[in-house]
């Protein structure tokens, strides 16, 4: 099974208050992401975390790589320092910028950043992103328009994936569920 994930921003307590998530402190945020990463995913899947797995925790990294099951890939984010700490062959797959994936015969480009034109986007491919969590703060106006009217690209993020691990198809639900809400006071 292929999984991904964007976004967890383990040990960021501020991404909290932020991005609206629910949970009453940083610690409860990182056990309940945990649980439900490995509530879905085996030692035998494949993750794609497309980016800011760690911000600003105060503890190792480790500690919660070493809790966390799958085949990890990463698409590097913005917030990943993480990586200058640890030994990335020994907990990833993969370490890049850019990744892609063949899920369901569906060609997926992976990137942190959501980008306007991927790698055959002409011919039907998709592509899959995080960064922008479930706020327009890190876009501007038009920029959020083009992302929530793109017919191929989808948010990986935790913010509007459950908080969890999706399937290729759930991505897809789950962001077109929050299309339909986004300008809902909560969202905003």
């Known amino acids: 099974m292929i999984y991904y994930i964007a976004d967890t921003h383990f040990g960021h307590s501020h991404i909290i208050q932020y991005s609206h998530r629910p949970f009453a402190d940083v610690a409860e945020m990182d056990r ?3 649980k439900n990463w490995n509530s879905r ?3 035998n899947d494949d993750i794609y975390i497309l980016g800011d797995l760690f911000f600003r925790n105060d ?3 480790e500690d919660v790589l070493d809790k966390l099951k799958g085949k990890k890939h990463l698409a590097i984010g913005n ?6 700490t640890i030994d990335a062959e020994k907990y ?4 890049a910028d850019i990744l892609e994936v063949t899920d369901g015969g569906n060609r997926v480009i992976l990137c942190h950043y959501p980008i306007l034109v991927w790698k055959a986007s002409h011919r039907g491919s998709y592509h899959l992103y995080g960064h922008v969590h479930n706020t327009k703060h890190n876009c501007t106006e038009a920029q959020w ?4 009217g793109a017919d191929h690209a989808f948010n990986a993020g935790v913010d509007v994936n459950g908080y969890m691990p999706v399937t290729f198809d759930e991505v897809i639900a789950y962001n077109l569920a929050f299309r339909e809400q986004e300008l809902s ?3 905003v």
Request: proline share 4%.
């Open 32 to 34: 309940t992401l945990i």
């Open 79 to 84: 917030h990943d320092q993480f990586l200058n």
């Open 185 to 187: 006071p909560a969202y």
């Open 145 to 148: 328009n083009i992302l929530m």
């Open 41 to 43: 995913v085996t030692d």
């Open 59 to 61: 503890y190792s990294a």
């Open 92 to 95: 990833f797959e993969e370490v």
